[in-house]
T-cell receptor, first 111, second 115 residues
Framework: TQLLEQSPQFLSIQEGENLTVYCNSSSVFSSLQWYRQEPGEGPVLLVTVVTGGEVKKLKRLTFQFGDARKDSSLHITAAQPGDTGLYLCAVIIQGAQKLVFGQGTRLTINP | DAGVIQSPRHEVTEMGQEVTLRCKPISGHDYLFWYRQTMMRGLELLIYFNNNVPIDDSGMPEDRFSAKMPNASFSTLKIQPSEPRDSAVYFC?????????????FGPGTRLTVT
């Protein structure tokens, strides 16, 4: 059983469309992170959310932490081909300096 | 500044051979993490070091895997003997300080293929 469930696993849309991907768990977390991984590269941290209900924006990307701190969403407005990649959510395991990752959403934006 | 450096970027080897993956963390970082990524299991933590000391190796799959950090600027992950199921992309990441796990910087990875 995965600690973090990401959905959808795969998403392919046209340039200019909007999309939302999700990261869900039955556990409560003190914080949650989103990473983007491009082909042939390591993951790169996009954002950390720490407060229930928190919303953070990074250009066309909007991240929200659920009120109960069990889930999160990533919304992309007017998707661009450069947004293509694997989007991973991750949480810190309490009491340890360990990140646990979800399986990721593989996003493809078609020109 | 240079990021995390990993070598080789690609490694193809035959089953039973020894494989050594190398990592140079970002200068000044005191945490170093080794991860493995596969389609089936996603990105998994294998082991991490703090100030060159292994802290948690619970993710190391079995005795065939070993990791060392002889100094602050170099770490190795060794697989001996290698098996086809070890085929994966192996990432090294480094970070600084107690909150370091929150700000890990990943290298480009080593793609290992064991035939």
């Amino acid at each position: 059983t995965q600690l973090l469930e990401q959905s959808p696993q795969f998403l392919s849309i046209q340039e200019g469309e909007n999309l939302t991907v999700y990261c869900n768990s039955s556990s409560v977390f003190s914080s949650l992170q989103w990473y983007r991984q491009e082909p042939g590269e390591g993951p790169v941290l996009l954002v950390t959310v720490v407060t229930g209900g928190e919303v953070k924006k990074l250009k066309r990307l909007t991240f929200q932490f659920g009120d109960a701190r069990k889930d999160s969403s990533l919304h992309i407005t007017a998707a661009q081909p450069g947004d293509t990649g694997l989007y991973l959510c991750a949480v810190i395991i309490q009491g340890a300096q360990k990140l646990v990752f979800g399986q990721g959403t593989r996003l493809t934006i078609n020109p | 500044d240079a990021g995390v450096i990993q070598s080789p970027r690609h490694e193809v080897t035959e089953m039973g051979q020894e494989v050594t993956l190398r990592c140079k963390p970002i200068s000044g970082h005191d945490y170093l993490f080794w991860y493995r990524q596969t389609m089936m299991r996603g990105l998994e933590l294998l082991i991490y070091f703090n100030n060159n000391v292994p802290i948690d190796d619970s993710g190391m799959p079995e005795d065939r895997f070993s990791a060392k950090m002889p100094n602050a600027s170099f770490s190795t992950l060794k697989i001996q003997p290698s098996e086809p199921r070890d085929s994966a992309v192996y990432f090294c990441a480094s970070s600084f300080g107690l909150a370091g796990a929150y700000e890990q910087y990943f290298g480009p990875g080593t793609r290992l293929t064991v035939t």
